[in-house]
């Protein structure tokens, strides 16, 4: 009895070992493409508001709400391959221009328990119409001139 009881044991944990994925996940590899001239960085986190905690809108229907002179501060989160050149951040309010507000070049800032650079970006919301929606573009530029931009959305209470 005790053998069959063995026997058994060993089938499941045999498997159960066949059916694990030898191949684990592998964030870098599963999200970093090459292009021929180096990496581009990557970023993915939801733009949070750190002081409010409200999520940034990725939707100008959906613009989050803030009002005129509130400072904005959103982490933004990301690694990259090649070397990071700078952050920026672009603002187009309403149907005007798009407007470089920021640079900020990288400088380590290596979260151990993120485990990804991050850097806090502030805007300054801007005294203009109530109701107005303003798109923020979070760039992230490497030396190699490859990009990613993350957009979101706010409005003028």
């Given amino acids: 009895m005790k053998k069959i009881q063995y026997i058994i044991v060993c089938s499941l944990l045999l498997g159960v070992l066949a059916a694990c994925d030898k191949d684990k996940l592998d964030f870098n590899r599963d999200n970093v493409a090459p292009s021929g001239v180096g990496y581009y960085p990557v970023s993915t986190n939801g733009l949070v508001d750190l002081p409010s905690k409200k ?82 573009e979070y760039e992230i530029l490497n030396q190699n001139a490859l990009n990613v931009i993350r957009t979101v959305y706010v409005k003028v209470q």
């Fill in 55 to 136: 999520t940034l809108a990725t939707s100008a229907g959906s613009a989050t709400v803030f009002a005129a002179g509130y400072e904005v501060k959103a982490e933004l989160q990301y690694f990259s391959e090649s070397t990071v050149k700078e952050i920026n951040l672009f603002n187009t309010i309403g149907a005007g221009t798009r407007t470089k507000v920021g640079t900020w070049p990288y400088a380590k800032a290596y979260s151990t328990a993120k485990k990804l650079d991050t850097l806090v970006v502030p805007y300054v919301m801007p005294a203009v119409a109530s109701n107005t929606v303003v798109k923020l």
